[in-house]
């Protein structure tokens, strides 16, 4: 793995190499090549950054490359020296920063910064941009903020997202991030504001994507089974739930949101009632009002507590999203480009987890992993070769922390571990007499041979159950690690320390 000295090494000194001239070419020429020369720099550099140690190469490759630009452009005429000078300048700087681990997304005055944070870019996964939120708010294309009446209602929500909720916010901000490749273009679609989505997600789930209620709602958007059935979420065939889908759920959410603000006369605030108290509702209310305002006290009155509530949340962590530094709000950097890796050997989830470590995120990214692979069960064993979506930081940490290692070899050790496995037993118990009478306690049984799969039961729940090493176990009845169970169906514990 890539230390920090290293990696400062790595860039100060490809960025001070400056190579040979090249035969004169013309100053367009120069300016693209310097221009796509500088943003491969920064890709390499981020990957460097997120523990690709074979970055290192391009990192240097391509500043020699922009230095030799910059030298051609001095000796042309009408090249625009200082402007490539400046923006190397600007690199130099960035490659400070996330050498040192700072993050100079939106570091603007608290006085004067609107940073974003990872702005979405159409057609460019998602990337850093220094995008001002004001403009995101007020464009023709949005029309957020002439829709949204900033009134007290919402300054009591903003309040609680910054008290007693913070934690959930920067939470939802973060399970966002990761999830924003699939969020913010069902958004761009349907041209809603990606904050409202935000706003949506961390109000319903936080942005965990299996979270369900007792009601039945589940997913990231929380769609009931019946609305979901409408937009195309449910049961794929293979037993998946796609509700829990974070791609499938955003795009039904965001055409479910659009259905109804051309249902309520484009109002965010009577479509957002209408998300959590029914669509029914609202358009009964609507137009018995004949249009009317959702904060007019006849309109408001007739919604449920629930919903009255819900309406300045979402709209309050919307602004928030774009407006942190209003708030003194530093939302965490996240890495989030977007990448797969393979399994090199089985694992779990929980085994990621705990080998990936938390390098580079408070909490690790166990919930990151589980939000991006849905399908998979957080204790079911994955063969090797299964692919998963992933980031380029969590893929470094798998390549340098998950395969072999100090730390590989740890995680095993926890995984195989039960808690009965510290209880020693010693021979049966004998008869006692106690003033003349006999107290006996009988023998402990002999540890079953077989046992019989109940409803639930997954190999590798019946693995800690029965003190089994999973890889073993699964041999022992003919099956995998991923292999799935049959009520009823009976195994053998032959290779398991039963009780």
Avoid at 23 to 45: C, D, H, I, K
């Amino acid at each position: 793995m890539l230390n920090k000295s290293k990696f400062a090494f790595v860039v100060f000194s490809a960025a001070l190499i400056a190579g040979p001239a090249f035969a004169a070419t013309t100053p367009a020429q120069l300016q693209s090549q310097f221009n796509s020369a500088s943003e491969a720099y920064r890709s390499a550099v981020e990957d460097l950054a997120d523990g690709d140690e074979t970055a290192s190469a391009r990192v240097k490759q391509l500043s020699d490359q922009m230095q030799k630009t910059i030298a051609e452009c001095g000796k042309t005429k009408g090249c625009d020296l200082n402007g490539m000078l400046a923006k190397n300048f600007e690199l130099i700087r960035w490659s400070v920063a996330m050498s040192s681990g700072e993050d100079m997304i939106g570091e603007d005055d608290e006085d004067g910064g609107k940073g974003v944070g990872n702005a979405y870019m159409p057609g460019g996964g998602a990337e850093v941009a220094n995008t001002d939120a004001a403009e995101l708010l007020s464009t023709k294309r949005n029309q957020f903020a002439q829709m949204v009446q900033y009134n007290p209602a919402i300054q009591a929500s903003i309040r609680k997202w910054l008290t007693d909720m913070r934690g959930s916010l920067m939470n939802s901000y973060e399970n966002y991030q990761y999830m924003r490749q699939y969020i913010a273009p069902a958004a761009e679609q349907h041209g809603l504001p990606e904050a409202l989505m935000f706003g949506i997600m961390a109000k319903e789930s936080n942005g965990k994507v299996h979270v369900s209620s007792r009601a039945g709602a589940a997913g990231p958007f929380q769609f009931m089974p019946a609305t979901g059935k409408r937009f195309g979420l449910g049961n794929d065939g293979t037993g998946f739930d796609t509700r829990f889908d974070p791609r499938l759920s955003s795009q039904a959410a965001a055409s479910y949101l659009t259905e109804r603000m051309g249902e309520l006369n484009r109002s965010i605030e009577m479509s957002l009632a209408a998300y959590n108290g029914g669509e029914g509702r609202a358009l009964r209310i609507h137009k018995a009002s004949g249009g009317q305002n959702f904060w007019n006290g006849n309109i408001y009155d007739q919604f449920p507590s629930e919903t009255r509530d819900y309406v300045p949340m979402v709209i309050a962590a919307a602004w928030i999203y774009l407006h942190p530094r209003d708030y003194g709000v530093y939302f965490p950097k996240v890495s989030a480009r977007p990448t797969t890796f393979k399994l090199q050997q089985p694992s779990s989830m929980y085994e990621l987890a705990i080998c990936l470590g938390n390098r580079g995120s408070r909490d690790g990214y166990f919930r990151a992993l589980r939000n991006l692979n849905p399908r998979y069960e957080a204790d079911g064993y994955l063969p090797a070769g299964t692919t998963l979506n992933a980031t380029t930081r969590i893929a470094g940490l798998y390549n340098s922390y998950c395969v072999n290692g100090k730390r590989a070899q740890l995680t095993k050790q926890l995984m195989q571990s039960q808690v009965r496995q510290a209880v020693v037993r010693v021979g049966n118990f004998q008869t006692v007499e106690v003033d003349g009478s006999a107290n006996v306690t009988p023998a402990l049984p002999p540890p079953p041979k077989t046992y019989s799969v109940q409803t639930g039961e997954t190999l590798t729940s019946i693995s800690a159950k029965f003190q089994c090493p999973i890889g073993p176990f699964a041999s022992a009845n003919g099956l995998t690690v991923t292999s799935a169970l049959k009520t009823g169906q009976v195994l053998k514990l032959e290779t398991c320390n039963a009780p």
